[in-house]
């Protein structure tokens, strides 16, 4: 059952593993428990979480069960837009921790920009958060390349990743570049367009080319990328194993190039009324 622990990608000093499991909308939560031990026994390392999730001490709770040392374990928490004041985000980041049982988290971020906050303020807190120990290294989330820009040119601490939408049906080639300029490392929410990309007869076809799923064909056309990490949520234990078992196969560049070119349908899921921002187009 174990599948072997994933790669690490790099950013700003920092070593994250590559697949992380996702923990946003648990539909039966007295499920979440063993989901989240599944993938911590399967290798999981990397295990994403925000207090908006409500899945905080779930996670502690199965970080707990399943015996894994904490030292071993990433464990990244988010901080929401609603908390953007320098003290409602030190509140919410000793809830966060209260939650999950731990005495830091190795990697915290803005859950989604706050325009009717001075960002110079949140930076302040988020840094403010790793000088004092309660977590390891910080980034951000949902940023577009103008925040990122001003996130890492004000932040005192080094920015290590932007956690964006970004999968096989939406080009995101200027925000992607804006990573790279910074030493970022883009990490992928809905890195399946919420499965709207399991369907697709193009990655089918390669998938059936590997012996391996469409779902390992499209995380494994991100994580071949540079400093692109992946975070799937998933809710059977065979997408846990799934999810992480990308690296015994490699795509050729013909096949990342057929992938990629679907990325024309810019198909974007996650864009919520009110808390987007004006987003990057291409």
């Known amino acids: 059952m174990h599948m072997g622990k994933a790669p690490t990608v790099s950013g700003n000093g920092a070593e994250m593993p590559a697949v992380g499991y996702g923990t946003m909308l648990y539909p039966e939560p007295d499920r979440a428990v063993e989901l989240i031990v599944r993938a911590l026994k399967v290798g999981y390392r990397h295990i994403d979480t925000a207090r908006k999730y409500g899945s905080e001490h779930w996670v502690g709770e199965a ?8 030292d071993d374990l990433w ?10 004041k320098a003290d409602d985000f030190a509140r919410s980041v000793d809830t966060s921790l209260k939650t999950l049982g731990l005495d830091y988290v190795d990697q915290l971020l803005i859950h989604w920009p706050q325009p009717t906050v001075p960002l110079e303020e949140t930076l302040g807190a988020l840094a403010k958060a790793k ?6 290294h910080v980034g951000v989330s949902n940023f577009t390349v103008a925040l990122l820009d001003e996130a890492v040119a004000k932040c005192s601490e080094p920015i290590i990743t932007n956690q964006i939408e970004y999968h096989a049906y939406i080009r995101q080639d200027k925000l992607l570049a804006a990573c790279a300029r910074h030493g970022v490392i ?4 809905v890195p399946l367009a919420r499965g709207e990309l399991l369907n697709d007869p193009v990655i089918n076809e390669i998938a059936a080319a590997h012996d391996k799923t469409a779902a390992q064909v499209a995380l494994r ?11 799937p949520r998933a809710l059977e234990f065979s997408e846990i194993d799934e999810d992480i078992d990308l690296f015994d196969f490699e795509l050729d560049d013909e096949e990342m190039a057929r992938i990629g070119s679907l990325r024309d349908r810019n198909l974007r899921v996650v864009n919520p009324p009110g808390r987007s921002p004006e987003w ?3």
Do not use: W, Y
Request: include cysteine; hydrophobic fraction near 35%; proline fraction near 5%.
């Open 63 to 70: 970080i707990r069960e399943s015996g894994v040392p904490r």
């Open 75 to 84: 464990v990244s928490t988010k901080v929401t837009e609603q908390n953007a």
């Open 131 to 136: 000088s004092e120990g309660l977590t390891r």
């Open 186 to 189: 883009a990490t992928c929410h």
């Open 221 to 231: 056309f991100l994580v071949q990328q540079p400093k692109v990490a992946v975070v």
């Open 280 to 282: 990057d187009i291409g």
